[in-house]
């Protein structure tokens, strides 16, 4: 049975009756590959900062738990670097050593106790990786070109044929790993201006060889680490991917070569398409922008996806800037995407999927100060600043 309800403050929209309450299309069951999740919200891959030399600590296993009793259909993992040359940050979660296995193990395991599914997103971070470790083991950092980086101020080395292959491969062995330690699906990372992002873009790819020039060259990387992932993982466990619809910056890539890349990718047998955008030149238009405080400031990705998918049948998960139960219903009515992901709003409420669920559509309470990447870089780990501080100060209240 369907109604058609108006809730506070917003448009028509439609819903589903589940004993007697209201849900919307969030709600609805969706199947990805062989893995079906029971609603269509994804926690975007974040970085923590819990991480310890690579393993999975118990803070993040917490977290992650919270998550999955918050509701949340699919939970991204941090991204993980599949190489110690391709890591990007302190204190990131590692996938380059069947020793980072034991830990993960727990983590999937109390993340399906709570009656949840996770995915874990593999990266190598190219030129924007940690310098100074890299400095210290006198390893060089890598780049499809020696392509100097305004943003990060260094040259990559251009990566010779041999260590792209190396590259893929170490993708292909993170893939088996993160099978192994119990997770649902993994996600390849290839937006954002990481490695992957990095050979996509004619900004920074200037080879000649096989590896670069027209967009089907330049994919040839992507391309080359999704099939040893596949071989690798079989044709039953879902293989995801985050991409970039454009990178927002002159010269970088373009949705028309987008499109190339995610139809292909569908031939191909890839199973769910996360599409964000930009690079952290792109400064105001990045992945993760600030000051979202109306409805219509939501979802900036949104007309990107639309396009997209209109030329693939492959479900598609859209992230960036989502913040109200309006917006969410807007973007499956439009038909935009198959499923909504948000970061920001669930560091703050872990359990906002759960609260809109049990009848409370007030939006969430994010509000893209960012002030949560600064706490990302405490011992700590990353947490909501705003949220901290409001309970502090209820503290204080009670106390007087």
């Avoid at 309800?5 to 009756?17: D, H, M, P, S």
């Avoid at 690579?54 to 919270?66: D, F, K, P, V, Y």
């Avoid at 190598?124 to 780049?143: E, F, L, S």
């Amino acid at each position: 049975m369907r109604l058609r309800v108006e809730a506070e403050g917003e448009e028509l929209i439609n819903l589903k009756v589940f004993g007697g309450k209201t849900m919307t299309a969030l709600f609805e069951e969706i199947k990805i590959n062989r893995m079906t999740l029971k609603n269509r919200s994804v926690r975007s891959a974040t970085w923590t900062g819990m991480a310890e030399h690579g393993h999975c600590s118990t803070r993040l296993i917490e977290l992650m738990e919270a998550l999955a009793r918050g509701e949340v259909g699919l939970i991204i993992t941090g991204f993980a670097y599949v190489m110690p040359n391709g890591q990007a940050l302190q204190r990131q979660l590692g996938i380059h050593d069947d020793a980072m296995i034991p830990n993960l193990l727990q983590l999937t395991e109390r993340v399906h106790a709570a009656n949840g599914k996770i995915a874990m997103q593999i990266v190598h971070a190219g030129v924007q990786t940690v310098v100074r470790q890299r400095q210290k083991r006198g390893t060089p950092i890598w780049g499809p070109s020696a392509v100097y980086d305004k943003f990060f101020r260094r040259t990559p080395k251009a990566m010779t044929q041999r260590e792209i292959k190396e590259t893929v491969q170490a993708f292909a062995r993170a893939a088996d790993r993160v099978k192994r330690a119990g997770f649902d699906a993994v996600q390849l990372h290839a937006a954002h201006g990481y490695l992957v992002s990095q050979f996509l873009s004619p900004l920074k790819n200037r080879r000649t060889d096989k590896y670069g020039g027209p967009i089907e060259n330049r994919a040839r990387f992507l391309f080359e680490i999704y099939r040893a992932v596949r071989k690798n993982v079989g044709k039953d466990f879902p293989v995801l991917i985050k991409l970039n619809a454009k990178d927002f910056v002159r010269g970088g890539l373009n949705q028309r070569d987008t499109l190339f890349v995610t139809k292909r990718l569908e031939e191909m047998g890839i199973d769910a398409i996360e599409i964000s955008g930009g690079v952290p030149a792109a400064g105001d238009l990045g992945p993760a922008r600030a000051k979202i405080h109306k409805v219509k400031e939501e979802a900036y990705f949104l007309p990107l996806a639309k396009k997209i998918k209109k030329q693939v049948s492959v479900p598609i998960i859209l992230v960036g800037g989502i913040r109200s139960l309006k917006t969410v219903n807007h973007i499956f009515k439009t038909g935009a995407a198959d499923l909504v992901s948000m970061s920001r709003p669930l560091i703050r409420e872990p359990g906002l999927i759960k609260r809109w669920k049990e009848g409370d559509r007030k939006k969430a309470k994010c509000i893209s100060c960012n002030q949560c990447f600064g706490a990302a870089r405490s011992p700590e780990g990353v947490y909501c600043v705003m949220e901290r501080q409001v309970k502090i100060r209820k503290k204080k209240q009670a106390t007087r």
